[in-house]
């Protein structure tokens, strides 16, 4: 009887151990806040790689102030950040190269600039995401581009494919 009662209490105390130590947490990673370097380049990226384009409610204003979405209406870009900072577009009409590397600007971070000799190159793009909405105002300086007509300010609303 007595070794059978020693049992029964061995036996709970080794349950009660198992219930106490068995169901402690596990030790967690700390968690590292993002820079505002890292935010930004997601909201473009969303992580890796990202396209954005008119169709589905996009639009494009001019220099003029006007409506120029019909002139981009299958503008698409692509904005990768995996091995390297790089960028695609397609139907981007003589203002953005087809491809080539972007970098944010390193005083402002909602500015990104597209690397290259296209009207939209080597000027710094303010950008802005919500949801998936990229929205891009930029001015095409005169030093850019002999085409007076690509001169100006541009606004784009790109959406998120």
Same mark, same amino acid.
């Given at each position: /009887?007595?070794?059978?009662? %020693?049992?029964?209490?061995?036996?709970?105390?080794? +349950?009660?151990?198992?219930?106490?130590?068995?169901?402690?947490?596990?030790?967690? #990673?700390?968690?590292?806040?993002?820079?505002?370097?890292?935010?930004?380049?997601?909201?473009?990226?969303?992580?890796?790689?990202?396209? &954005?384009?008119?169709?589905?409610?996009? /639009?494009?204003?001019?220099?003029?102030?006007?409506?120029?979405?019909?002139?981009?209406?299958? +503008?698409?870009?692509?904005?990768?950040?995996?091995?390297? *900072?790089? !960028?695609?577009? *397609?139907?981007?009409?003589?203002?953005?190269?087809?491809?080539? @590397? &972007?970098? %944010?600007?390193?005083?402002?971070?909602?500015?990104?600039? %597209?690397?290259?000799?296209?009207?939209?190159?080597? @000027?710094?793009?303010? +950008?802005?995401?919500?949801?998936?909405?990229?929205? %891009?105002?930029?001015?095409?300086?005169?030093?850019?581009?002999? #085409?007076? /007509?690509?001169?100006? #300010? !541009? !606004?784009? *609303?790109?959406?998120?494919?």
């Amino acid at each position: /009887m007595k070794n059978s009662k %020693l049992f029964i209490n061995l036996i709970n105390i080794l +349950f009660c151990s198992l219930l106490i130590f068995g169901c402690s947490e596990e030790p967690t #990673d700390p968690i590292v806040e993002k820079s505002l370097e890292q935010k930004a380049i997601e909201s473009l990226t969303s992580g890796s790689s990202q396209t &954005w384009k008119i169709e589905g409610g996009g /639009m494009v204003t001019g220099p003029t102030g006007l409506n120029i979405t019909n002139e981009f209406s299958e +503008f698409q870009l692509t904005i990768a950040s995996l091995n390297s *900072k790089t !960028y695609s577009t *397609k139907s981007g009409n003589i203002l953005f190269e087809i491809n080539g @590397i &972007w970098e %944010l600007n390193s005083n402002i971070l909602d500015r990104i600039v %597209l690397k290259g000799k296209s009207p939209a190159s080597e @000027i710094p793009i303010r +950008f802005n995401t919500s949801g998936n909405i990229l929205t %891009l105002n930029f001015t095409v300086p005169h030093q850019n581009t002999s #085409d007076v /007509m690509l001169r100006g #300010d !541009y !606004y784009f *609303k790109l959406i998120k494919n």
